[in-house]
DNA sequence: ACGCTAGTGCAAGTCTCTTGCAAATAACAT
DNA sequence: ATGTTATTTGCAAGAGACTTGCACTAGCGT
């Protein structure tokens, strides 16, 4: 993990503490958004002694930061997290059956905003773009 | 309402309760997709004596028929419900300040679906893609 | 090394949604 | 109409994701 990360947080006058670290170690390491409660076990198991709240709340301030982002995948009625840094702006699709997640490279939305906000007048802000299917081993 | 929506549920094994009827017209007079809580708030003050509990299982039913479309608007963390009947496949926009929520008539997907499933060798089923931003008043 | 303040753990609470069970009622047969 | 039965309902309780209060801990700036 970059150092520049603790400068960053220490300009917002937030501290690397070694809760914090370790969160955003596994979100680093992570080929797919995760879940509180999944980050929370990751880290148990690799002996890291922190408290499910304590999660939160780091992916929260981390969330604000702008250095993680959450999202929800369609339907899942949870929210997960993923690390910002060196990450293009993309989608997810994920497996009704096996709940696998894979990453999609593409958004083709930026053509639309456009012709949303002349539809309806609002400023777009953010968007959220998930889909679902079967994956190829549950086909 | 129409009766057409009774036949559909008795062909089901399906009754058309008093309660159920209600719901199907919160949901269809409603200019918005609503949340299980809004409908029963609805509900209650339309003066339908229902419990909670009797919304949710409704609205579950009625999903499982096809009759009502279940989506969860971009990062807000409950679902909400639209009727299907005479309605288009659509997505959203909700403001980030006053939470109003404005259909949105197109959807740029179709094409995309065939992009994805070349990319991922996934079988799309659904697709969730909701906006926020800031409605005219709000800005 | 000290002190201020952000961060943490624990307990408890909130909110959305689900489940179990006995009582009520819609649909159907007689 | 009346009875039968399976669906539906209400109430109580529970599950799961997430939040808040508070006292204690520990970064990090001096």
Redesign the pocket.
Known sequence: MKTSL?DE??AA????????KAVLVVLEASQFPL???ELYTQLTNGNV??????V???L??LKELGMVTQLELHQE???RYEIKEGREHHHHIRCKICGRIVDLLLCPLKKLTALIEQETRFVVGDHSLEFSGWCPKCQ
């Open positions: 603790t947080l220490r006058g937030k501290r690397m503490t070694r809760t914090r879940s509180a409660t002694a922190i408290d499910l709240v304590t939160y709340r780091n929260t301030a009625g949870q929210f």
